[in-house]
Nanobody
Framework: QVQVVESGGGLVQPGGSLRLSCTVSGRISLINAMGWFRQAPGEERELVAVITNSGSTRYAGSVKGRFIISSDNAENTVYLQMNSLKPEDTAVYYC?????????????????WGQGTQVTVSS
């Protein structure tokens, strides 16, 4: 069974940066892509960044140009570098394996959800 553990969240001022980490354990050989999702209070969870096994990436329009997703296959870890953070980026961030292309809401996933990591952008 594949499990994920997210870390790296915290409180940051607008314009600041954070790097999130997602460690994946278990039988990961059949996972084709990993993504970062976020869920703000009262809103549906949305997929904001994806990286495939071939290294291709895609981003939601709201984070494109500010967030960078990367992976270290040797360490089974996926990262999300978040720059120029805005208050509207405040959310709990999760990683998971999306089952279809695209970003946004309503994306089915392959794994059990982890605990997530809280990101708060506030002055």
């Amino acid at each position: 069974q594949v499990q994920v553990v997210e870390s790296g969240g915290g409180l940051v001022q607008p314009g600041g940066s954070l790097r999130l980490s997602c460690t994946v354990s278990g039988r990961i050989s059949l996972i084709n892509a990993m993504g970062w999702f976020r869920q703000a209070p009262g809103e549906e969870r949305e997929l904001v960044a994806v990286i495939t096994n071939s290294g291709s990436t895609r981003y939601a329009g709201s984070v494109k140009g500010r967030f960078i997703i990367s992976s270290d296959n040797a360490e089974n870890t996926v990262y999300l570098q978040m720059n120029s953070l805005k208050p509207e980026d405040t959310a709990v961030y999760y990683c998971n394996a999306p089952l279809r292309p695209g970003t946004g809401r309503g994306i089915p996933v392959d794994l059990e959800w982890g605990q997530g990591t809280q990101v708060t952008v506030s002055s």
